[in-house]
């Protein structure tokens, strides 16, 4: 933890970028080497529409990221959050606590939430509406899904009481077991129990994009996979089986207009259907 810190505390905006330009150069190399589904598409035209979305995100964050450095000021000069109730500890374990805490508010109950309360879901569908899900669906969130998202990783750090190293790191980790965890690539059944003790697989989170409930509704986790199996959201289900989509939009043609996604938050509202 001697380098991890200081790189994180440091680190430039150029390496963060390679972060995440690496991370779906990388899946999106493997994928095709190993896939799971051998899709019918165009994956560049596919890649088009996702990483659309990917740059609205990242528009969309650029100019609030001024807000986690005063949350996380606000946090620690006033040493509230959880990391500021600890006694002292090794940075290691430090590290790990702050990353548990910001993983479980920032990304599963984020997720979770979404799924739950009916206008939040509808511009999480878009995410769904991918009936090729691969790298880059990792990134394909409504810009209005952004700022819910980025409002949830507010919540985090302050409840985290995490300095912007600890945040840096989560948002690099983020990215990559995004990436990762939504490739077309499925990984042999031992290599994935032993994974998956820990952190969220493609073969884990492939099930959640399956197009019905309950599996819709299932596997919420990003980076640990703790949370869906402590708190009763864990579901398996046969990897040839999956279906992606979502059966509320089932017109795959129609899923793939960027003008007709940015429309469906203010559309009205279409129950997922129950097995």
């Not at 995490?162 to 490739?183: G, T």
């Not at 979502?246 to 207009?257: C, G, L, S, W």
């Given at each position: ?95 790990l606590v ?155 043609h129609e ?21």
């Amino acid at each position: 933890m001697n380098s991890v810190i200081p790189y994180f505390s440091q680190i430039p905006s150029s390496h963060r970028s390679l972060i995440l330009i690496g991370g779906i150069l990388f899946f999106w190399l493997l994928e095709g080497a190993w896939p799971l589904f051998q899709f019918r598409y165009n994956k560049w035209k596919h890649a088009g529409v996702n990483l659309f979305f990917t740059l609205t995100t990242i528009l969309v964050n650029f100019p609030l990221a001024f807000l986690l450095v005063k949350t996380s000021d606000l946090a620690i000069q006033n040493h509230f959050g959880i990391l500021e109730w600890l006694p002292t500890i090794p940075s290691w374990l430090y590290a790990l606590v702050g990353l548990l805490v910001l993983d479980f508010v920032g990304a599963w109950l984020a997720h979770w939430t979404q799924h739950k309360i009916k206008w939040l879901w509808q511009f999480h569908v878009i995410h769904h509406a991918d009936h090729e899900v691969d790298t880059t669906t990792a990134n394909r969130h409504h810009p209005g899904e952004s700022l819910i998202r980025f409002t949830f990783t507010l919540l985090a750090i302050l409840l985290a009481g995490a300095p912007m190293w600890l945040i840096f790191l989560y948002q690099s980790l983020s990215v990559v077991l995004s990436q990762f965890n939504h490739a077309n690539i499925v990984l042999p059944v031992w290599l994935h129990r032993v994974l998956s003790t820990v952190i969220v697989t493609p073969n884990m989170h492939h099930i959640h994009h399956h197009y019905k409930q309950p599996y819709t509704d299932s596997n919420y986790g990003n980076i640990f996979s703790i949370w869906d199996r402590l708190l009763g959201t864990y579901k398996t289900l046969p990897q040839k089986e999956i279906t992606y989509g979502i059966d509320t939009y089932p017109d795959a043609h129609e899923n793939r207009k960027i003008g007709r996604l940015l429309q469906i938050p203010f559309q009205k509202y279409r129950a997922p259907l129950k097995e």
